[in-house]
């Protein structure tokens, strides 16, 4: 079973900057693609970040060059650096993880889920 424990949801103020952590085991953070994807009030879960252990990361287009992914391998932990943070980016925010990382750009690591964290951006 793969188990995936999120942390540093927040409330901050328009402009504000967070840092989301997902700590996988060693297993699954060397295993499996991982991300992170989001979900706003009446809206579908969609992608955020994503990356694979090659460390090659992929983002959805409305958080370019405001948001990072990144690993840190010594503490299995995959981050998501906020930056520039919108009230549009409120959401609960989750970690995920899967299919294996087979050598290609892991582009929907959505077949394990954290139980989600909320982020919320005041205007």
């Known amino acids: 079973q793969v188990q995936l424990v999120e942390s540093g949801g927040d409330s901050v103020e328009s402009g504000g900057s967070l840092r989301l952590s997902c700590v996988a085991s060693t297993y699954t953070f060397n295993t499996f693609c991982m991300g992170w994807f989001r979900q706003a009030p009446d809206k579908e879960r969609e992608r955020v970040a994503s990356?694979?252990?090659?460390?090659?990361?992929t983002y959805a287009d409305f958080v370019k060059d405001r948001f990072t992914i990144s690993l840190d391998s010594a503490k299995n932990t995959v981050y998501l650096e906020m930056n520039d943070l919108k009230p549009e980016d409120t959401a609960t925010y989750y970690c995920?993880?899967?299919?294996?990382?087979?050598?290609?750009?892991?582009?929907?690591?959505?077949?394990?889920w954290g139980q989600g964290i909320q982020v919320t951006v005041s205007s």
């Open positions: 990356i694979g252990r090659d460390g090659i990361a």
């Open positions: 995920g993880a899967g299919p294996p990382y087979r050598g290609v750009n892991c582009t929907n690591p959505s077949d394990y």
